[in-house]
């Protein structure tokens, strides 16, 4: 095991005793670690998570909304919140993003919508928002977070994407900074401490911190890894002393990719909005005819791994550790591939817009989510469960947004746009047999 992991690792890898306090109850180091962590990011109270942003977000909802209790919340969030709508009973009150640009891979959350959400449910406990999307665009958080507080009702943010923003200033606006309550980062996707580590930020006293406290012990380890938490606090550290430089340095790289794949022929790269992360490229060969799973498995085939795909668009991210020389070859990569058009598999009126995407998640949400769970259910093939109510979720991963929910109706749509991802070569969450389609629906029709 030392071959494999190193001394060190063990050396930090102790547990609660004398002098390495306890993340559950933390007086020493850890909540000097979390104290400082809260000064850098701006909130009033930090709190590490071991479980990946994942447990921040069940918790989130958690400490918001109870049994029965609604909440209203983006329909493109993360299948975390779904876990935590299923521990809380909570009742989701959907809001569907519009597509403000047509080529867009996600889409936005107008000022407009929350108001008329909030409006028509005044008894709702909060606002759960996910900003940025997995591709790095933005929610309109300012103007959303008067409209919230204007309701008197608290704005959750799911930042897992977003954990970078305060450290340079050619990124968007971070969440806390626009006036959110709580946030949730994933500090492990951006910004160099280890897989499963993430922040959980107050900022607001439209919240009780007890009650965040006391989620967070119902869905984090027992046994905390001071591993993990070690990484968090270097992480934070490295943040505050060379944060602007790092980023900078990864700025510069992703605008030099970017300015060679939007010159390549049969080429598109996504660059509206301002509010966007400029380290997060989506590059579709839709034009082509090749679709973005065929395109990412295309890379594979030339040893570039990419951060995921969908129908549409690959997804290259781009970090502080992206060499000039990683980046020609990406490119050259790129242009290899576009030039492949003709013998594309995949005929071009087979690839739906992330639009039309879209458009197949409306659906009813017929019971919530938590009850759907725990119904009678029984397993079927997704051809033979259109009007059923889904027991179970289905994922495709990623980016981890459920394209049916516990609790709503399996419409025709869902069916043909499932069948087309899969035969598109899509991963899945949550369906267990994917070959034969299979998925469990509550046994009352
Ligand atoms: C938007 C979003 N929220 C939350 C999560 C979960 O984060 P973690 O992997 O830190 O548990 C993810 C994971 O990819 C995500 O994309």
């Not at 395109?295 to 570039?304: A, D, G, P």
Request: with cysteine; hydrophobic share 35%; charged share 25%.
């Amino acid at each position: 095991m030392k071959d494999v992991l190193g001394e060190k690792a063990y050396g930090i890898d102790v547990t609660e005793t004398d002098g390495t306090d306890d993340l559950h109850c933390p007086e020493e180091a850890i909540e000097k670690a979390q104290k400082l962590a809260a000064d850098l990011y701006g909130s009033d109270e930090c709190w590490f998570l071991v479980n990946g942003s994942t447990c921040g977000n069940e918790a989130m909802v958690l400490s918001a909304a109870g049994p029965g209790e609604k909440i209203i919340i983006s329909r493109d969030a993360h299948k975390s919140v779904l876990m935590g709508l299923i521990l809380s009973g909570a009742h989701p009150i959907w809001i569907y993003p519009e597509f403000a640009e047509r080529e867009s891979p996600t889409a936005i959350i107008t000022p407009g919508l929350i108001k008329k959400a909030c409006a028509e449910h005044p008894d709702a406990k909060a606002v759960f928002l996910t900003s940025p999307s997995y591709y790095g665009i933005c929610q309109p958080l300012k103007e959303i977070a008067d409209i919230c507080h204007g309701f008197g009702m608290p704005l959750l943010v799911d930042e897992a994407h977003g954990g970078h923003f305060r450290f340079h200033e050619a990124f968007p606006d971070d969440a806390l900074s626009s006036g959110a309550d709580v946030v949730v980062q994933s500090t492990h996707k951006t910004s160099g401490s280890l897989t499963q580590t993430s922040l959980l930020h107050l900022h607001s006293d439209l919240i009780s911190r007890d009650r965040i406290d006391q989620s967070l012990k119902l869905v984090q380890s027992t046994s905390p890894s001071y591993v993990l938490m070690s990484s968090l606090d270097a992480a934070r550290n490295q943040m505050a002393v060379n944060g602007r430089d790092l980023m900078d340095k990864a700025i510069k790289t992703a605008e030099y990719i970017r300015n060679g794949l939007r010159t390549a022929k049969g080429v598109y790269v996504f660059d509206e909005f301002k509010d966007r992360d400029p380290l997060r490229i989506a590059v579709s060969l839709r034009k082509t005819g090749i679709d973005g799973f065929r395109f990412q498995r295309l890379l594979f085939e030339k040893n570039i791994t990419t951060e995921m795909a969908d129908i549409n668009y690959v997804l290259i991210i781009v970090s502080w550790g992206t060499t000039r020389d990683e980046a020609d070859k990406l490119l050259e990569a790129v242009r290899r591939i576009a030039s492949l058009r003709s013998s594309g598999k995949t005929k071009k009126e087979m690839i739906p817009s992330a639009e039309e995407t879209y458009k197949v998640f409306r659906t009813e949400q017929r019971t919530s989510p938590r009850e759907a769970w725990f119904s009678k259910k029984k397993k079927i093939t997704l051809y033979e469960a259109e009007n059923r109510i889904a027991g179970e979720m289905i994922v495709p991963y990623p980016p981890g947004i459920p394209a049916i929910y516990p609790g709503e109706v399996i419409t025709e749509e869902i069916i043909r746009y499932l069948d087309k991802l899969r035969c598109l070569g899509a991963s899945f969450h949550g369906v267990n047999d994917i070959d034969n389609m299979e998925i469990y629906v509550t046994e009352q029709p």
